[in-house]
RNA sequence: GGCGACGUAGCCAAGUGGUAAGGCAGCGGUCUGCAAAACCGCUAUUCACCGGUUCGAAUCCGGUCGUCGCCUCCA
């Protein structure tokens, strides 16, 4: 078995083989630390987590390297993004990056978003790309004007390949072209001289400036990745200009050996049918999106349809993947909860057999292209049968019940990212705790047997109250922990 | 105008040649003091539309209509 990746690079679906045996190596376009999170950072990072742990899972050693843009990144106006914000919030630049970058991070460790391997931030990597850039120069792939450096696409005849566009379709942009100093329009910056108010900029062959946005990521791939490394990941609107121009530089430097070899690009995201934006004001940040609903929700959602797919955003969408998740949470806690106090046990091979069976099918769908929504799918199933069998056997054994946990702390967990550790069966204040519940659970049966309704819901209402379920079934009552 | 996606039940969604996963909502049932959950059953003869290829198509080809993204900063 191996993984098939869908491969924009020459859309089609391939046999995933990594340049080294085992091992894989990937980069991810990063976010512009400029602003909050938003929901559609939640998507694309939340996607590569998932990518990315599911690679682990099947054994391969990654390395993981997602950029911070910390600087270069220009508005239309062609006023660097941070920039403006620090003068609006008079601040400087790197208070900007230092603030945002790290509500980032908080955003994505709430989320349950794995933390990528190297975090490497543009302006720590100036020299790396100054390198870039001369060797480009160098090789008349790039030419100086008035201590401005641009990419000479003329000079690369694939320049196009990846987002299938050729330069001769694409619409001049009038504001650009006009006071342009490029020698044709589809050239791009990779070293802008800075004006006197730019306050980020740094010494260069070429005067003081500042990197141009995309010559980042080629230089710090190369630098962490190599010259050719396994999969590049982003978000499928930065396919042009910005992944184009990544691609034509790298392999301009690197005299034409690919710059990646599998590209993987994310579906946008819609916020009710809209695409989200600033001037539309219809925006809505990672944080408030965490305080309406549980990270588990907000993965559920996320995953609910293929990474490669457009997702559209909505209250409707969230609440009703969250219920869909909260079954197979019932399921996961009341599974732990039995835990305490079931009988000792090997595991009984009927049941290891056919969660065995859900395991490889779960594994079938990630292995195609990633294909989340449908593995989910295969979980559902799973927890179908697991609720019935739970029902049917009031006396399954610590074994047993050990080999079910397992199975949704791998798949659920650590691969989805969908099922939480919590309730750990074995610690000592998880225990104290599923006891003390049981004693309560033990005081209101007996004031049910005695028709004494009041007790029985005063003990139910309160203990709701403190995030605990109880649910009367055939064989006695049980509880889960919201 | 150019490039690229997409159009599957009330909603979301998987499915790229072999006869429609899964979730949400809904209906009926089991269980139940009530509640909640869970479980069982039902809910697309049909995959935007029209042609074609094929023994056979949601899946391939051609066309039509519609939605969206990108082409300028965006994950």
């Given at each position: 078995?191996?993984?098939?990746?869908?491969?924009?690079?020459t859309?089609?679906?391939?046999?995933?083989?990594?340049i080294?045996e085992?091992?894989?190596?990937?980069?991810?376009?990063?976010?512009?630390?400029?602003?909050?999170?938003?929901?559609?950072?939640?998507?694309?990072?939340g996607?590569?987590?998932?990518?990315?742990?599911y690679?682990?899972?099947?054994?391969?050693?990654?390395?993981?390297?997602?950029?911070?843009?910390?600087?270069?990144?220009?508005?239309d106006?062609?006023?660097?993004?941070?920039?403006?914000k620090?003068?609006?919030?008079?601040?400087?630049?790197?208070?900007?990056?230092?603030?945002?970058?790290?509500?980032?991070?908080?955003?994505?460790?709430?989320?349950?978003?794995?933390?990528?391997?190297?975090?490497?931030?543009?302006?720590?990597?100036?020299?790396?790309?100054?390198?870039?850039?001369?060797?480009?120069?160098?090789e008349?792939?790039?030419?100086?004007?008035?201590?401005?450096?641009?990419?000479?696409?003329?000079?690369?005849?694939?320049?196009?390949?990846?987002?299938?566009?050729?330069v001769?379709?694409?619409?001049?942009?009038?504001r650009e072209?006009?006071?342009?100093?490029?020698?044709?329009?589809?050239?791009?910056?990779?070293?802008?001289?800075?004006?006197?108010?730019?306050?980020?900029?740094?010494?260069?062959?070429?005067?003081?400036?500042?990197?141009?946005?995309?010559?980042?990521?080629?230089?710090?791939?190369r630098?962490?990745?190599g010259?050719?490394?396994?999969?590049?990941?982003g978000?499928?609107?930065?396919?042009?200009?910005?992944?184009?121009?990544e691609?034509?530089?790298?392999?301009?430097?690197h005299?034409?050996?690919?710059f990646?070899?599998?590209?993987?690009?994310?579906g946008?995201?819609?916020?009710?049918?809209?695409?989200?934006?600033?001037s539309?004001?219809?925006?809505?940040?990672?944080?408030?999106?965490?305080?309406?609903?549980?990270?588990?929700?907000?993965?559920?959602?996320?995953?609910?349809s293929?990474?490669?797919?457009?997702?559209?955003?909505?209250?409707?969408?969230?609440e009703?993947?969250?219920?869909?998740?909260?079954?197979?949470?019932?399921?996961v806690?009341?599974?732990?909860?039995?835990?305490?106090?079931?009988?000792?046990?090997?595991?009984?091979?009927?049941?290891?057999?056919?969660?065995e069976t859900?395991k490889?099918?779960?594994?079938?769908?990630?292995?195609?292209?990633?294909?989340?929504?449908?593995?989910?799918?295969?979980?559902?199933?799973?927890?179908?049968?697991?609720n019935?069998?739970?029902?049917?056997?009031?006396?399954?054994?610590?074994g047993?019940?050990?080999?079910?946990?397992?199975?949704?702390r791998e798949?659920?967990?650590?691969?989805?990212?969908?099922v939480?550790?919590?309730?750990?069966?074995?610690?000592?204040?998880?225990?104290?705790?599923?006891?003390?519940?049981?004693?309560?659970?033990d005081?209101?049966?007996?004031?049910?047997?005695?028709?004494?309704?009041?007790?029985?819901?005063?003990?139910?209402?309160?203990l709701?109250?403190?995030?605990?379920?109880?649910k009367d079934?055939?064989d006695?009552?049980?509880?889960?922990?919201s």
């Amino acid at each position: 078995m191996t993984i098939k990746i869908y491969n924009v690079l020459t859309r089609q679906k391939e046999a995933f083989r990594p340049i080294q045996e085992g091992r894989v190596n990937i980069y991810v376009c990063g976010p512009t630390v400029y602003d909050y999170s938003h929901i559609g950072h939640a998507k694309t990072y939340g996607n590569f987590d998932v990518i990315v742990r599911y690679l682990r899972y099947r054994g391969y050693d990654v390395l993981y390297v997602q950029n911070i843009t910390d600087v270069g990144h220009l508005l239309d106006s062609g006023e660097d993004r941070i920039l403006r914000k620090a003068r609006q919030t008079q601040s400087t630049p790197m208070q900007i990056v230092e603030r945002y970058t790290k509500l980032y991070f908080d955003n994505m460790d709430a989320l349950g978003v794995q933390r990528p391997d190297i975090s490497p931030r543009a302006s720590g990597h100036i020299p790396e790309q100054i390198e870039m850039i001369q060797q480009l120069l160098r090789e008349e792939h790039a030419y100086v004007v008035n201590g401005s450096v641009y990419f000479d696409v003329s000079s690369y005849p694939e320049y196009g390949k990846l987002s299938g566009r050729r330069v001769e379709d694409q619409e001049e942009g009038t504001r650009e072209a006009v006071r342009s100093e490029k020698n044709h329009p589809a050239d791009f910056a990779l070293w802008k001289k800075a004006e006197p108010e730019h306050i980020m900029r740094w010494n260069s062959p070429w005067g003081e400036g500042f990197p141009g946005w995309h010559i980042e990521c080629s230089a710090m791939a190369r630098k962490y990745l190599g010259e050719t490394f396994d999969i590049h990941g982003g978000g499928i609107d930065n396919i042009f200009p910005h992944n184009e121009c990544e691609i034509a530089q790298s392999e301009c430097a690197h005299h034409g050996a690919t710059f990646a070899n599998y590209w993987m690009l994310v579906g946008s995201l819609t916020l009710d049918g809209v695409k989200m934006s600033k001037s539309l004001g219809n925006t809505l940040t990672l944080a408030e999106a965490l305080e309406r609903w549980r990270p588990e929700a907000i993965r559920a959602f996320i995953l609910s349809s293929h990474y490669s797919n457009p997702i559209d955003f909505s209250d409707v969408a969230v609440e009703s993947a969250e219920k869909g998740w909260q079954r197979i949470w019932g399921a996961v806690s009341l599974v732990r909860n039995r835990l305490h106090d079931a009988p000792d046990g090997e595991v009984d091979a009927d049941i290891l057999t056919w969660l065995e069976t859900y395991k490889a099918a779960f594994i079938e769908k990630m292995d195609d292209d990633f294909n989340a929504p449908a593995a989910i799918g295969v979980l559902q199933e799973m927890t179908r049968k697991v609720n019935s069998t739970l029902a049917e056997n009031a006396a399954l054994s610590s074994g047993t019940l050990t080999a079910i946990d397992q199975i949704y702390r791998e798949l659920g967990g650590d691969v989805l990212g969908i099922v939480p550790d919590s309730a750990e069966a074995g610690s000592a204040d998880a225990e104290r705790e599923a006891g003390l519940i049981r004693v309560l659970i033990d005081i209101r049966a007996a004031a049910r047997a005695n028709r004494d309704w009041a007790t029985s819901d005063r003990i139910r209402d309160r203990l709701a109250e403190l995030g605990v379920t109880l649910k009367d079934g055939k064989d006695g009552t049980t509880w889960t922990v919201s």
